[in-house]
């Protein structure tokens, strides 16, 4: 077993189809709105991004084995998706296991991993401080860690654990994980196998952009949003909701239609001649962590102005303070009412 030390979150055998010259892809940096050009095995990856050392020494690259085992089933028969090759179940069910492990493995998951996991040990620790027959086993135990204001806690518990239970309540005290990509990869594990399950029992549409279009990537590329997103629907008129979109090349997505609860009509229909890459590019771009990817720079500009017009827009008119505390109704992402590249750009 090889180090694997520089872990791609983002194949490099699927970016690789959005090379220029064979060997290239154009990356922009949406933060710096930089423009660059480099070669998919030397972009977006992080080192030991999947190492897990609690897994032990031989199994420490248990995680980068399994999504690489999963690109080598998947990206084949995605390729013959591409090239108009008929598919099968099994190739599907390929696909659906690759598309779920792309939108598990991004950075960005850890990050909202990070949240549920606060969210979660806030809710315990509101349960503990707030009952007063606990109290006795929590002086306990912060002797035992050896609390600097132990006296103060001793003194008064009740007040101690009161006034702390309002701090919490009001975001005066927050509180912190340990070990968040530990929770990340676990939930990682956890979430592979219902997700592509889920992808698998619906019905997906393969779009094929028009003369003179093309797709964009980036390094969140999987999409998942409603008509109740906030972005209008740029397919309305072939489907009522968008699930899932996945770019597969400059000239092909694949959108899946979750069933809602039900099985779906593992339906294969495909949209030839596309109209609406333009929208489904900026779509790509809302919900991209910093980066997008193509094989076009003029491509990749253009697509950049147009968000920073947008959103500057919204700045001027609605002030991005409110935008970014979540008071403004305006474009949803994963993250909240803004792109995370935005974000952070505004601050």
């Known amino acids: 077993m090889g180090k694997k030390t520089k872990q791609h979150f983002v194949p490099k055998s699927y970016l690789s189809a959005w090379c220029f010259d064979e060997k290239q ?24 991004l999947y190492t897990n050392k609690d897994f032990g020494e031989e199994q420490k690259l248990l995680l980068e084995d399994l999504f690489g085992e999963i690109e080598s089933d ?17 190739d599907r069910s390929k696909i659906a296991w ?6 598990a ?35 306990k135990y912060l002797e035992k860690k050896n609390t600097k204001n132990i006296e103060e806690v001793k003194k008064d518990p009740k007040k101690y654990f009161t006034d702390l ?48 279009k093309a797709f964009i990537t980036s390094d ?10 906030g972005l209008e629907n740029p397919l309305k008129k072939y489907v009522k909701d968008i699930e899932v979109t996945f770019p597969v090349s400059p000239k092909v997505m694949i ?15 495909t949209y030839e001649d596309l109209d609406s890459v333009k929208e489904l590019n900026y779509r790509t771009t809302s919900f991209a962590d910093r980066f997008t990817i193509s094989n076009s720079e003029a491509l990749l500009r253009a697509n950049l102005e147009r968000h920073y017009a947008t959103w500057d827009k919204i700045r001027k008119n609605q002030g991005i303070e409110q935008i970014i505390q979540g008071r403004v109704p305006t474009v949803n992402s994963e993250k909240g009412n803004i792109p995370p590249f935005l974000r952070r750009s505004y601050k």
Request: hydrophobic share 40%.
């Open 74 to 90: 998947g990206m084949p028969a995605l390729r013959k998706i591409v090239e108009k090759v008929k598919i099968d179940h099994i």
């Open 220 to 229: 969140n590329p999987v999409v998942t949003i409603s008509d109740a997103g």
């Open 255 to 269: 959108l899946i239609k979750i069933a809602g609860g039900k099985r779906g009509l593992y339906e294969l229909s």
């Open 105 to 139: 493995r991004v950075p960005m998951q850890m990050e909202i991993a990070e949240e549920i996991a606060v969210k979660a040990a806030t809710k315990r620790m509101l349960e503990n401080i707030e009952e007063e027959d606990k109290f006795d086993d929590l002086v």
């Open 98 to 103: 690759f598309i779920a492990a792309q939108k």
């Open 25 to 48: 892809v154009f990356i922009c940096d949406l933060e710096s709105k930089d423009i660059h050009h480099g070669e998919p095995k030397s972009i977006l990856r992080k080192k030991n």
């Open 165 to 212: 239970a309002k701090k919490v309540r009001e975001g005066a005290f927050s509180v912190s994980v340990k070990n968040k990509k530990e929770y990340w990869q676990l939930i990682m594990f956890k979430m592979l196998k219902p997700l592509s399950v889920n992808y698998l029992e619906s019905d997906w549409y393969v779009l094929r952009a028009g003369k003179g």
